[in-house]
């Protein structure tokens, strides 16, 4: 069974939001389009408290972009985004979500950022996603969604470490940083991640 994973499409993450990918909304066709093609759709939301450790605003003296220090882990600072609740951390009313099985929410604790729908940044806590794929007879994903560098990025790396046959679906990211996307993509090759090109 092939499962698509759709990354953090929220409106934070599309223009206007809080934290903006550029063109993030372009992909939103291409996803509504590929779903048909998997035999599993699910998707994760990034989902914060307000004050979250990983918000700049949360730390006196800090900007957008920093990287600090957070109980061990480098942790870059974000603006507020995605809080539990607000209009921004809804998946977009543009994504279809009719074959979208189960919604995994991420980033929920305190103290600790989850870019991968898999685990926390310090795979303290397990989503509970690999558990529904694994149910789910899934062996192959495809992810897709917002940011490529950042959840994209680490949910696929932590989908190959598991043992998914994984690609990146490259017409149906979107980075936030392009040369940091560059670095990361080159990573996810070396490991043994595919490209999935389906035109859009
Ligand atoms: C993301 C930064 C902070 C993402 C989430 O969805 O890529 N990036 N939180
Ligand atoms: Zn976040």
């Not at 372009?26 to 996803?31: A, G, L, M, N, Y």
């Not at 998707?43 to 450790?53: E, I, M, R, V």
């Not at 974000?78 to 979208?100: K, N, Y």
């Amino acid at each position: 069974m092939r499962a698509l994973i759709i990354v953090d499409v929220q409106y934070d993450f599309l223009p206007g939001g809080a934290l903006a990918v550029p063109h993030g909304d372009r992909i939103i066709p291409v996803v509504n389009r590929l779903q048909r093609d998997f035999d599993v759709v699910v998707a994760t939301q990034d989902w914060h408290p307000a004050s979250h450790k990983s918000f700049a605003s949360a730390h006196v003296g800090s900007k957008p972009f920093d990287i600090i220090d957070l109980e061990g882990l480098a942790q870059t600072l974000w603006p507020d985004h995605c809080v539990q609740g607000t209009a921004g951390a809804q998946l977009s009313e543009a994504l279809d979500i009719r074959l979208v099985e189960a919604i995994f929410r991420k980033g929920t604790e305190l103290s600790i950022d989850s870019y991968s729908g898999f685990f926390d940044n310090g795979k303290r806590r397990k989503t509970g996603l690999a558990g529904y794929l694994w149910d789910r007879g899934v062996a192959d994903v495809a992810v897709c969604g917002l940011a490529a560098d950042y959840c994209v990025y680490f949910t696929a790396m932590d989908a190959l470490q598991l043992g998914f046959g994984t690609s990146i679906v490259e017409d149906a990211v979107r980075p936030i940083d392009e040369s940091g996307y560059a670095a990361k993509r080159a990573a996810f090759l070396q490991q043994g991640g595919k490209l999935l090109a389906v035109g859009g």
